[in-house]
């Protein structure tokens, strides 16, 4: 009884001794006489046999039993706070065959929340320890009680064949009422997954699963693929090594392997090569909410501390693991890619040596017929007497101009047109405001370009050299606009697929995961690959707008009448943006599908802009080389509309204000832009617009109610306005969550109003399509149907969650190797390069006619 007694006494005196009362300790511990030193040895020695007879007293109360346990046996047990039981198993593991052990555990008594079991399962390399009822987290920390929780035990590797291994179960509380539970121990028999073979199973939140695959022979990469038919509840599959501990719950799968959300399907690629051991666990968890896949969000709990109730969320899943392409199928995939695109090149060499024959039978006749006909010392009375001999001697030179580097022999230069071009290159910094070559005493602008009936001859009186060079400011502002925007994607893309492979989050990138073959560290190289055929095309179309630029430059420096006076005025800095502009969008997208998701989507179509825009330039300047718009003004525009689609990514989804802004400003752009071409650019924004408005409407439709002057324009324009109107009405009430596509949609539905117009007044106006153009024509259209077909089909898309998105996902369909979304790339990029072969040959039947007789529309 001393010892008690006086270990509560010295207790008191350490407490009161901790709190810095040191004067009030010592009268209470010593009231007869001042402490010494002896005193204070003697307290500390009776301080550390207090504590130790406090320790041997509280072990003397818990009772700790150990029982000898066998699998597949239920035990029912209740647990206190005085009592621990330790269940000792023990089990055979062979080298051979792998073995799941699961536990199972049921707690049946009721408010066992305030004082939980603790479950400790102490294995060889390896502890495990949970609580039950299992307590899960969600979204704003809400709480989810489990209280039935089944987890699979680590398997650490043996080294020898056979091994007997012991783990050992703790069970413990702090409740001193008691609470009944029930543990049972069972293998998992079927937890090594075969090759291509089926395996079903349930999860659930507190009931996780995993299961162990090794990789066979000859098979480097393989395809891990997990179904359901139930949408919900909201489930996540992950890819980790074998090693020990496994992260199978809600709050900690995402620590390490790869993982991503599902609702009915996922699909993770994984390489051999990453995984030292030839193996590796797929695990599935099941989400304690459904707000990561796109589920509804549940009630919000009205204290911060109340639980909520879990509910059913078991799930049925099937999970296959298939062995993925070989390198067999990479080399096929890429020649197959080349293959089509290089057909290309051929062909247009092929379609070359034709024309060049016929240029060359042609050159024959009439080389023929000049030889017989000519009297020496008579001259034609028409240079197009005797046919166009300069032009026959053009192709004569180009031809062997190929063969010699595309030099003409010097003895067939000219000195006239050797002046000529030094001429032209000294006014190489010509720029067009220097001086207006549209000479007033001859005729005044307003006066011409306000004629009823305009010919192209009226629009294109300005000098051809600065005309030249400026629509050459359209190819180089291009390539440095693409420059400058392409090495900051190129970074920031690498990243993404840096902090993908890193962190193995796959929901970072919206792939289509059922073909998404990966090649170093790139996730989805089918997917890029695809976009070489704009880079190959938008090349090739380069090289056939060089070669005619060279024909058509030398017939301008042997002062070809056909190149100064007929045809439609050629001007190339357009075609060669456009094809700079084709291959920066091949470049762009393969940036953009290295890592497709909802913040770099603008990519993918900025340059389609730009590719809608210069086509409707240059079909406008066909007609109109005098007054269409500068590089500066032109991109400035295209700007505007990039900046928009920003904008409208990050703050259009469900913003009123801003589609209203934008439906506002798209309705005042068009009718800005109808009243400029209306008046064919006489029109000027100053400070008089607003009576010249009243004017122009009192004159034309009060006092005398004239018709439009000029039908076929107003015609055009009223079209135009309904159609952009149209669309600005559509995205104010429908609020479309894709502005970029939305965007997009309104340039091309623009570009071919205007190209079906043209169309129409070129055929009504006497005017013919030659047979090339005819075929480009059809063939374009046809491919461009098939490509839209592909194009939604919608394998994935970033305006849903990842485990939405995944729904959408799809087998290849092409060599096993390449998607829909593939073939999208490969069709829209042919037909990209006929829309441009369309505009290059498409006035090729006007090369005869003098420009006085062209009509402009």
Known sequence: MFVPCFCAATMLCSQLLLTNRKEMVLRSCCKFGPVS??????????????????RCARAETKTVVQKDAEFDVTYNDTVTSDNQTIYAFNHTVSRNKTEGVRVTVDVLSEGAESSPILFVVRQKQAVLSFQVPLILRGLYQRKYPYAHVGRTLCQPPTRTLSETQYFFVDVSTLSSLGTHYQLRISRVDSFTLHTDKKF??????????YFKYVF????????VKVNSEMTFPCSVMSIQDIQCPVYDLDNNVAFIGMYQTMTKTAAITV?????????????VVVKTED???????????LRPDELIDAGNRSKTLDVVVSPAISSDVYVMGMLFCLGIFLSFYLLTFLVACVENKRSVDRFTVIYSKYIISYTPGVTPVSPYEYGSFGECVCVLIYITSLLFSLSPPLSERSLESVTGRSRQESLSSIEEDDYDTLADIDSDKNIVRTKKYLCVSDLARKDKRVLSKKYQIYFWNIATIGVFYALPVIQLVITYQTVVNVTGNQDICYYNFLCAHPLGNLSAFNNILSNLGYVMLGLL????????????????????????????????GLFYAMGTALMMEGLLSACYHVCPNYTNFQFDTSFMYMIAGLCVLKLYQKRHPDINASAYTAYACLAAVIFFSVLGVVFGKGNMVFWIIFSVLHILATMLLSTQLYYMGRWRLDSGILRRIVYVIYTDCIRQCSGPMYID???LLVMGNIVNWSLAAYGLLKTPNDFASYLLAIAICNLLLYFAFYIIMKLRSGERIQCMAMVCILFTAVVWGFALFFFFQGLSTWQKTPAESQEHNRDCIVLSFFDDHDIWHFLSSIAMFGSFLVLLTMDDDLDDVQRDKIFVF
Do not use: W
């Open 291 to 301: 707000e990561a896949c796109g589920g509804p969000l549940r009630f919000y709990p």
């Open 271 to 283: 390489q051999r090569k990453d995984f030292p051991s030839n193996s590796f666990y797929v695990v």
């Open 541 to 572: 179309f380069l090289l056939i707008v060089l070669q005619r630029d060279i024909i058509h430059s030398r017939a301008l420096d042997r002062h070809d009448l056909n190149a100064l006076e007929c045809g439609i005025p050629k001007h190339f």
């Open 216 to 223: 066979p022979d000859g098979v480097d990469t393989a395809i």
């Open 200 to 209: 079903s199973f349930t999860a659930s939140p507190s009931q996780p699963q």
């Open 37 to 54: 030193v002896l005193f204070r040895l003697g307290y500390l020695a009776l301080l550390l046999l207090c504590v130790t007879h406090l």
């Open 713 to 715: 324009r107003m015609v």
